[in-house]
Structure formats: C-alpha cells, structure tokens
C-alpha cells in the first residue's frame, strides 16, 4: 500500500487491528483459549501479520541498525512509525493464549 503520511498510515494500521481484534476470541477470567481454537485458527495468522508490521515500522531505520557498514537498504517504513493502543496490546494478548 501507498501511505499519503504518518496518520494514513495508522488510520489504515488501526482499523485492521479492530478488524481482527473484534473476530479474534477474547480471554476471559485468564482461561485458555484451547477450546476455541478453531475460531482462533481462522484469524491467528492476521494477527501475527500485524504484530510483525508493527515491529517493522517501530524499529530504527536499517542504516541506524547497521552502523559501520557503507550500504544502507531505505525503506518507506524507515519514514513512517506506528503508535501501539489498548486495542493493540489486548489483541497480541489474546493471540498469546
């Protein structure tokens, strides 16, 4: 996708977490999710796939990480951050159990 700017970005970032946080089984009481793993087993992927998008556009660009080296590989992600929320955090745990 083509992000216009930072709040394109997490406007877009935000809604799929809603998306998938709203589908994904919610734990209750700290009980196990083992008996809705069919359910869990639809949407796990995608929630996976955003907690990895997150951590790829929170992290320092590569040229910061691979300091003494002459290449760097820019990214438009190196540009662009992602901000958690609530719905974020109650989201990966609940992929977690």
């Known amino acids: 996708m083509n992000y216009q700017n930072q709040e394109d970005l997490q406007e877009s970032y935000d809604a799929a977490v809603g998306l998938v946080a709203e589908a994904f089984p919610k734990r209750q ?24 998008k997150f951590a790829e556009y929170t992290r320092p660009p ?16 190196s540009q662009l951050k992602l901000s958690s929320t609530t719905e974020l955090v109650e989201m990966i745990g609940n992929l977690a159990w």
């Not at 910061?64 to 080296?69: D, E, I, N, P």
């Open 62 to 77: 590569i040229k910061a990480r691979l300091k003494g080296y002459v290449f760097s590989l820019d990214r438009v992600c």
């Open 29 to 52: 009481h700290g009980i196990s999710l083992f008996e809705q793993w069919p359910i869990c087993s639809l949407y796990i992927h995608d929630g996976v796939h955003l907690v990895n």
